[in-house]
């Protein structure tokens, strides 16, 4: 009884934890969260251990990448060090080595029905994080709404990208597919409530990587989104009007930049300082930068004014292209743009079975989402956001296909039938 129970009960028992604590967890309990799933990973790949299982999805290209990124990190990093316990701070990419061990822990319990779960999970999410951002702003009376344990930045851009993930489940054939095209709609209602404006950025890019995808219904993902984007307006404009002078910033930030002026916007005007000084910093350290620990000192003798007390309240530079660059020169961005492609790269190697289009759609909205929105935040480096990227990609590269790189008979008794049944 105990050896069946460990064997197949508890195999499954962790998948389906896997899945809620990425896809329908992360705006509730953000880095919290994120340990969890750490813990999660660990024990996934104590089980595949235990039984002697190979990851063969190990050899899988988005895995390969990521080792290739992860490596050039620490290199750049120890290299950059002025002592050498600095070089530890590559291991704030060490989520990265736990897509292996998941995506092939998940890869047991492939099934031709997994991307229509997946999609449920990520929309289930998407209507938690609207809910939560609704009670935290109407009831608890707060400026802007942020999950716990995160920030309203944070929070809103896992909102967006899980209600985006949702949409692969229009490639389905469930008869109520349509639904999914709701999950955009949810994670951006959230984003506005957290009067987040930057990931407001990738919403042109996820909706364009949507229609691309969404077969014959390409025009239901930007026609509900405009409805939503409308009906948001009118409703903060009656309810909450400091989010609408909030969002309505933006027309000044956008015409300072047009004439090219200093912004006189206090958020928007540090990040055009940063992203100057951070060009200038990159300039004079091109090839492997300053190392992380670094790379908020790097840019302060470029500053105008006090340098030092500008960047004193922040430990980013509001952009992952400047930090990678500034921390770790060309090779840092080399490793950045691995990390951005190895979902995708994944997702086009992987087998072209029935569920091959929403696999390349799902990593085409992962990247996209995480690109644009690191645009103006950082995406990786902590643990909340990296690891949900990690978690994401071997949903979708090792959960979501027809047929589990093991062979049949090797696979766990009744695991895949709890799972994907």
């Known amino acids: 009884m105990l050896r069946e129970l460990v064997e197949t ?11 809620a604590l990425t896809l329908t967890t992360p705006y509730l309990l953000g880095a919290p969260g994120a340990y969890l799933q750490i813990v999660c990973a660990v024990l996934a790949l104590a089980m595949l251990v235990s039984r002697r299982d190979a990851l063969q999805i190990g050899g899988d290209p988005t895995y390969r990448l990521l080792l290739i990124a992860l490596a050039i990190l620490i290199a750049a990093f120890a290299a950059t060090a ?25 890869g047991r319990f492939a099934a031709p029905g997994n991307t229509i779960r997946v999609a449920g999970f990520a929309l289930v999410g998407a209507a938690l994080a609207l809910a939560l951002a609704l009670f935290q ?19 809103a851009e896992a909102a967006l990208i899980l209600g985006f993930i949702a949409v692969i489940g229009l490639r389905s054939q469930h008869r109520w597919r349509v639904l999914f095209a709701l999950g955009p709609v949810l994670g951006t209602a959230a984003c506005l409530l957290a009067g987040s404006r930057g990931p407001l950025v ?6 364009l990587v949507a229609m691309l995808f969404a077969s014959r219904r390409w025009w239901l993902v930007p026609l509900l989104a405009a409805i939503a984007a409308i009906a948001a307006f009118l409703v903060l404009k009656v309810a909450f009007p ?24 206090v958020s928007a005007g540090t990040r055009q300082a940063f992203y100057a000084a951070g060009y200038q910093a990159f300039l004079h350290a091109p090839w492997i930068g300053y190392g992380w620990q670094e790379k908020m000192q790097a840019i302060v003798p470029y500053l105008p004014g006090d340098g030092a007390a500008l960047i004193a309240p922040h430990r980013h530079l509001h952009s992952d292209v400047l930090d990678f660059g500034v921390a770790g020169g060309i090779a840092g961005l080399i490793a950045y743009a691995l990390i951005i492609a190895a979902p995708l790269v994944g997702a086009i190697k992987a087998p072209r079975d029935g ?17 644009f929105c690191g645009l103006t935040y950082l995406m990786f480096g902590y643990e909340f956001l990296t690891e949900l990227y990690v978690c994401l990609a071997a949903v979708l ?6 047929v589990p790189p093991l062979a049949a008979s090797e696979r766990p008794r009744g695991a895949a039938g709890a799972v994907s049944g």
């Open 9 to 19: 009960k508890a195999p499954a028992i962790l998948a389906v934890t896997l899945l």
């Open 82 to 106: 002025h002592q050498p316990r600095e070089a530890i701070f590559g291991l704030n990419f060490a989520m990265l080595l736990l897509f292996g061990p998941l995506a092939a822990f998940l």
């Open 137 to 155: 702003v109407l009831v608890m009376h707060m400026d802007r709404a942020a999950g716990w344990g995160s920030d309203p930045i944070w929070s």
């Open 202 to 207: 990738a919403l042109p890019a996820m909706l």
């Open 242 to 265: 400091a989010s609408i002078d909030r969002f309505g910033s933006l027309i000044g930030i956008g015409q300072d930049l047009a004439t090219g002026k200093t912004i006189a916007e």
């Open 355 to 371: 569920q091959y289009v929403a696999r390349l759609m799902g990593a085409g909205l992962l990247a996209a989402g995480y690109f």
């Open 397 to 402: 590269i090792g959960y979501c296909r027809d």
